[in-house]
Every structure is written in C-alpha cells, then in structure tokens.
C-alpha cells in the first residue's frame, strides 16, 4: 500500500517495508538535497504544547519541499470541544469537528497535532490520546502525530535513521540499551515507547533498563514482546542493565503505576537520583554511543562528558528530524 494521503498516529501504522521506504527517501535527501516537490501545498502544525525541534523541522521540511507551513501554539487556536454531542455551553469555544472537518480540512492539505495532556491527569484519560485521535477522524486530509501521550513516530524516524547510519550488518548483533534516567518531573512515555517497538521490530537486541515501578503500559510491553522475543530483555539495575551495550538511549517517563498521582511519582522518582548515564557507566558498554531525542537535563539525565563526548549521537539524531519529516511530507503529499 502506498502512503500517499495516510495518516501516521504510530509507526506501527507503517510496514517494515513503509518504514524502509521513508528512511531510504531521507537518506536521499540528505545525499541530494530535499527538492520542491509540494509546490502549492500546505502544512499545518498545530502545537498544543512546546516545541524546539518537532516544530522546525515540520517547517524547514515543508518550505524546503516548496511547501508552505503554518504552525499555531495552543494560544493562537481556540479550546477544541472532543465530545460528540456536546451541550457547548463551557469553556470550549469550537468542536474539533468545525476547527479540523469543516475549516483546516478545507484549505491545508496536512495537519500535524501535537498534544499530550498534562501528567496530572489520570492515565486512562491520557493514554486514550484523544484529542489526536479526534483530528483524525474529523480530518479530511492525513494527520501526523507529532507526540501524543502514547507515541512519537517522527522521532522513532529519526532514531531508526541514526542507528542505521552507524550500525552495520545484522541488527540482531548489536544491543541498545533503552534506559530511564532520573528527572524532577513526569514526563511522557511516547519517546520510550515509540522507540522499544520500532527498535524490537527492526531486529536489534534491546535492553529496557529502568526501576521497579516504572514499568511502561502493559499493552505497549506486551506489542514489545512480541516483536522483540527473545531479543528484548528487562533490567531494573542500571550498571546491570547499561554493561557491554553498543548504544544507551536514555529517556525519563511518568511512573505507569502512579501516572496522574505527582505527589507518590515525585517519591518514587526522587529514590533513584543516581539514575545518570555518566562516563563510568558508558566506560562500562561497548562503547556506549549514547542517544536523547532532547531536550535533556544535563548532569541529570546524562553528565556533559556523556552528552558532548566523541561517542554522543545526539546532534545527529536532532538534525535528522528534518531529513525524516521531509520523507514524510513527500511520501504523504507528493
Ligand atoms: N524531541 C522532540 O520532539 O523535541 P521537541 O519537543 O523540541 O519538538
């Protein structure tokens, strides 16, 4: 099936094939340059929390590829009603299906949607992802995730371009300790589990490595196991879970068992403060070239020797969220 005007919520919508398909466009891209072939057409972003990277590479990729972009923050929109049959008598000023289905639909020919609620709120509201869920099917045209609770597919991308960059022959001989790392804050689990499936079904040998009570959603292990058998392995000892791996792709996320509960995540997290990738941990794996998809908390998440050493990925694997969104975009509009 061809992925011209399909939308990408997770890159479990994609084939492997699919998948090959957009990491062999951005690697053409990058040897040839991105050529303007959406002349006429038009991107929309519609950011309902930050962005540094997401956001320009969606417009550095769209306007590269002759396209025009638009990107509104959640202030330059007005609140989105999700309920079908909604007495609109709130705070919500317009039901997504007049913003996305009767508007944007109408007069873009994309639309990105980032947005994961707040990590206060309780996970079975949250993991439902629904206000991506709801643009999509109010849309005419294809959406992209550009992070929901659940899944980041344009940084999976990304990842899955720079481990290939490096890492040659059979997947299944190299081992990619996936690990969390403490941070002050709950942070979503998207990166994480978008990168422990694409890394599982591409066939490396994954380590996911973090502390007893940060498991991630049983239905996303369960997806992991299956992909990655016998291949995927768990650890809840750093040292354990970091010695002798060829890449440490370090990530914090929300406590599953307390997501929406800050005050007992903000307990059980404070426990593991040594949660660091630091050069004796990298010392320890071989050698340990080591990814964040950023931002990143130095001397929290990783130590600056880590971060700006010779075996870091991590300016790499940023920049190359725009060669893998322009894959997208072409592959999508052209
Ligand atoms: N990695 C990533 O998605 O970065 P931004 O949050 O800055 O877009």
Redesign the pocket.
Known sequence: MSLRERSILSLQDLTLDETEQLLTRAAGFREDGIAPTLAGRRVCGLFFN??????TSLEIAARSLGAQSLCYDVGGMWPLELEDGAVMDGDKIEHVRDAIGKFLSGVVDLIGVRSFPDLGRPYAEAGADALVQAVEEAAEVPVLNL?STLF?PM?GLADLFTLRNHLEGDPSDHTIALTWAYHPKPLPMAVTNTALLAFCRAGYRVRLVHPSGFDLDPDVMACAQELGGDRLSRHTDMDEGLRGARVIYAKSWASHASYGNLEEDARQRALHKDWIVNEERQAAADPGAFMH???VRRNVVVSDSVLDGPHSWVAEQARSRVLVQAAVLHEVLA
């Not at 930050?50 to 956001?55: E, F, I």
Request: charged share 25%; hydrophobic share 15%; proline share 17%.
């Open positions: 930050p962005s540094l990277r997401t956001r992070e980041h940084q998809c950023l931002p």
